[in-house]
């Protein structure tokens, strides 16, 4: 199978395997300070020096302005390569980390906030625009989902450790901590990580947002359901439940670190996911249905919220999020490969870009709705509402297999790169 790379002129390709550990291992790093503040901020808001009503917004503010950075980020990578841009995210991560240490008050820290949503737009777009690069209809659930159970498993190392250092440590130390440790990604990220936009098409020079008008439609309905289940888990789970812990401990009489008990829950939820997306990616590949997948795995995240709605004890809050975090583990990959299946070498940056725009709004108004909706109305009501909107991606989802996320999607971009062959050949651009 050939496989185009620009990398040092040699026009090799770069190992499979080897670029997704490096991707992996890069952005769990990069991830270090921003899944600190979702562990320790519930609990922890007054060493940052803001009142707890500013929480949802410094834990949402970088994704408003993702959803500007998502989609011009993927034509920049679309126009310069995947290396170059994919460094600039990991530099500003390190800059974002430093700034969450040194900020004091509100404002710096919204600073802080606002540079780590133009480095993760950088690192998100460019690491889905990579995987699709290296991967082929025939193999990218499977290797999409490994990527996920890799980077999960550096996120449950970060939950974990990030609750324990900041209830040993406290915020400020543990910040101090992980600084370096971000950086740390961009020297892996520089010596690991090759050049792999596809040689087809980079000669021609469309108009600058030309891309976006040339993509399939039908990706609206991938990016409707990656809306829904970040709205849902990434937003409204993420920003209450160290809330919801914190209430139940206090109904249960229970003396608990909270910050570590949320870490280990959020480390769990990881955990969860570095097992089953690979078995997810594997079934998309298997099935050749990446929309039925989808739907699947958005009906397990129902279960898991009404769990949340109406459960009572710590028994109920684990099992809610563990059930949450299956569904999406089946999700996103069957999620990544359908959007990947409709969209040519040459607009996979634009592609990946909108997908990631999708997303970061559900990520972005979740915490906003769920922490309003939990002071008026309780915690209940925010997790009953996060289970009839995951009951609407489970709809959307399957009424996609008509849409290119059924078998006949994934047949028609085989037809167009051949058995076998990579669509990063020159002439598969239509």
Request: cysteine-free; glycine content about 14%; hydrophobic content about 55%.
């Amino acid at each position: 199978m050939e496989r185009r790379a620009r990398s040092r002129g040699d026009g090799s390709a770069p190992p499979r395997a080897a670029t997704v550990v490096a991707l992996a291992a890069t952005t769990s790093l990069a991830l270090l300070g921003d899944l600190m503040l979702y562990t320790a901020l519930p609990v922890h808001y007054e060493a940052a020096g803001i009142p707890v009503a500013a929480l949802g917004v410094i834990l949402s503010v970088h994704r408003f302005i993702r959803l500007a950075a998502n989609p011009l980020g993927g034509l920049v990578y679309d126009r310069l390569g995947r290396r170059r841009p994919f460094l600039a995210g990991l530099g500003l991560a390190s800059l974002a980390t430093l700034g969450y240490l040194l900020a004091g008050s509100f404002w710096p820290l919204l600073a802080a906030r606002l540079v780590w949503g133009l480095a993760f737009s950088l690192i998100s777009v460019g690491t889905l625009a990579i995987l699709l690069d290296v991967t082929t209809p025939a193999d990218r659930g499977r290797t999409v989902g490994g990527y996920h159970a890799l980077a999960n498993v550096g996120r449950v190392l970060v939950f974990v450790s990030s609750g324990w250092l900041v209830d040993a440590l406290g915020y400020r130390r543990t910040l101090a901590v992980f600084v370096p440790l971000t950086a740390l990604g961009g020297v892996i990220a520089w010596g690991a990580l090759r050049e792999t936009r596809p040689a087809a098409g980079v000669a021609e020079r469309a108009p600058f947002l030309a891309g976006f008008r040339a993509l399939d439609r039908r990706l609206a309905v991938p990016a409707a359901v990656g809306f829904a289940t970040f709205f849902t888990g990434n937003g409204i789970l993420m920003a209450t439940l160290g809330l919801h812990l914190r209430l139940e401990t206090a109904a249960a009489g229970t003396l608990a670190p909270l910050a570590a008990l949320t870490g280990a829950l959020l480390a769990a939820r990881q955990a969860v996911a570095t097992v089953a997306a690979p078995v997810a990616g594997r079934l998309a590949d298997r099935l050749g249905d990446r929309a039925a997948v989808a739907a699947a795995g958005a009906a397990i995240g129902v279960a898991g919220f009404a769990a949340l709605a109406a459960g009572r004890g710590l028994g109920a809050v684990v099992a809610g999020v563990l059930l949450v975090a299956l569904g999406e583990s089946v999700l996103l990959p069957a999620l990544t490969a359908w959007a990947g299946d409709l969209t040519p070498p040459a607009l996979r940056g634009a592609a990946m870009g909108g997908l990631a725009a999708a997303n970061d709004l559900g990520g972005a108004t979740g915490p906003l709705v769920g922490i309003a909706l939990a002071g008026s109305a309780g915690l209940r009501a925010a997790y009953g509402l996060a289970a009839l909107v995951a009951l609407a991606a489970l709809a959307l989802a399957w009424l996609g297999r008509a849409a290119g996320g059924g078998p006949a999607g994934r047949r028609a971009e085989a037809s167009r790169t051949g058995p076998g062959r990579s669509p990063d050949r020159p002439g598969t651009i239509g």
